[in-house]
């Protein structure tokens, strides 16, 4: 399974849109990009996944590097409740999975 | 609300006591994630059924086990209890047994005293 690297926090202004990167440089074909984020101590929230195209959904915005060994999670106007650890996972479509969350990236949204 | 239910919300203990965690997945979903999440780490995948049977196997200590009955709901057993197995324990449901998205309910907080 490929393993995922987020940097551990990051800052964004209110209303501005956050960044967030993910380097997995080691994705195979059949590996599909999750990303969930978790406020405080609630459980995990499902945001977008994405395979090969760049993807939307009324929370974000996925966008892959054509060898997909990187993305970036957009939250187009971060808001204070965007405030959150925010994972990027990579899961396989084949055999067995195993979902490995990491530590994730820490988004303070500052007002 | 993800439609994950989970009880109990808090549970309290002694070391060397056995405790049963309950999780109802939302209405249609066949798959049951268990997640382990101790003070300040990530997520630790533990154990994924569905319907009914043992799909994939992450970190799960022996002293743990789960199961999913016919109803769908699953229980995860935690037993010989130590000091480290303080933490959150999430359930997460999907529709089916691939890379679907997950949804996780509330958690039951583990203190073992």
């Known amino acids: 399974d490929a393993k995922t690297t987020q940097p551990p926090s990051m800052d964004c202004a209110e209303g501005r849109a956050a960044n967030l990167p993910c380097n997995h440089s080691t994705i195979s074909g059949n590996e599909y990009v999750y990303w969930y984020r978790q406020i405080h101590s609630q459980g995990p929230q499902y945001i977008i996944h994405?395979?090969?195209n760049n993807e939307t959904n009324e929370m974000a915005s996925l966008i892959i590097t054509e060898d997909r060994k990187s993305s970036t999670l957009i939250l187009p106007h971060a808001t204070l409740r965007d405030t959150a650890v925010y994972y990027c996972?990579?899961?396989?479509?084949?055999?067995?999975?195993?979902?490995?969350f990491g530590t994730g990236t820490r988004l303070k949204v500052l007002a | 609300d993800s439609g994950v239910t989970q009880t109990p919300k808090h549970l309290i203990t002694a070391t060397g006591q056995r405790v049963t965690l309950r999780c109802s997945p939302r209405s249609g979903d066949l798959s049951v994630y268990w997640y382990q999440q101790s003070l300040d780490q990530g997520l630790q995948f533990l154990i994924q059924y569905y319907n009914g049977e043992e799909r994939a196997k992450g970190n799960i200590l022996e002293r743990f086990s789960a199961q999913q009955f016919p109803d769908l709901h699953s229980e995860l057993n935690l037993s010989s209890l130590e000091l480290g197995d303080s933490a959150l324990y999430f359930c997460?449901?999907?529709?089916?047994?691939?890379?679907?998205?997950?949804?996780f309910g509330p958690g039951t907080r583990l203190t073992v005293t």
């Open positions: 994405g395979l090969k």
């Open positions: 996972i990579v899961i396989t479509t084949s055999g067995t999975y195993k979902y490995i």
């Open positions: 997460a449901s999907s529709v089916a047994a691939g890379p679907y998205e997950q949804y």
